[in-house]
């Protein structure tokens, strides 16, 4: 069975440092991926996803993920990290013929001033 | 555009009582999926649904979980009788197709479930 395993489970960063969150999955077939952020008391939002073409994706508020397609992974970037960025990062595989999405188990990121 | 609605976004119940929860996905969305995330874990998926068809529900457990959607629009989950372990948050999601790689599912903002 498919799984995603986020290794990083609370990370605590301070402004303009920068971040980079593991996300591994195991499934030999094509893959979309995605981001999801959740932050305090929202729902869960999209941050960007990976189906085809550039491996490097680029998604909102200065996020992006690099797809490594030999290494099983879709790690989330951000150079310098702002406190409005405190949240749960969740990813999450979609195999190319389904719509079940498969999420990790999620990295709490803290960010203080 | 409004987002997935859903409620309550609060229920406590005690173990053996019923509870049903309710969404209202994007209008136009074809595709609607309740999933169950339990405190420290990613949302697992319980059932998909494709207009009022039942497209995956493998992870739902039967004897005590149920949804309908009728007309294809909104959409209920309900439990009963209610175990210790369904405390969890319950995520509605709906998508504007089904089947195509490109498409993304937007959450509603989830019902948390307290069995006491």
């Known amino acids: 069975a498919q799984s995603v395993s986020q290794h990083n489970h609370h990370v605590i960063l301070s402004e303009a440092a920068s971040l980079e969150l593991g996300c591994n999955y195991s499934?030999?077939?094509?893959?979309?991926l995605f981001w999801y952020v959740q932050y305090p008391g929202q729902h869960l939002q999209l941050l960007l996803k990976y189906f085809s073409g550039d491996p490097l994706v680029k998604g909102i508020k200065g996020f992006e993920a690099e797809f490594i397609k030999s290494k099983f992974s879709f790690n989330l970037r951000k150079p310098s990290v702002q406190w409005s960025d405190t949240a749960e990062y969740f990813c999450a595989v979609k195999t190319y013929n389904t719509d079940k999405l498969i999420f990790g188990t999620g990295t709490r990121l803290q960010v203080f001033p | 555009e409004a987002g997935v609605a859903q409620s309550p976004r609060y229920k406590i119940i005690e173990k053996r009582q019923s509870v049903a929860f309710w969404c209202n996905p994007i209008s136009g969305h074809a595709t609607l999926y309740w999933y169950q995330q339990i405190l420290g874990q990613g949302p697992k998926l319980l059932i998909q649904f494709q207009n009022n068809g039942v497209v995956d529900d493998s992870q739902l457990p039967k004897d005590r979980f149920s949804a309908e959607r009728l007309k294809g629009v909104d959409s209920t989950l309900k439990i009963q009788p209610a175990k210790l372990e369904d405390s969890a948050v319950y995520l509605c999601a709906s998508s504007l197709v089904t089947g195509t790689s490109a498409d993304t599912q937007y959450f509603g903002p989830g019902t948390r479930l307290t069995v006491l």
């Open positions: 499934y030999g077939g094509t893959v979309n």
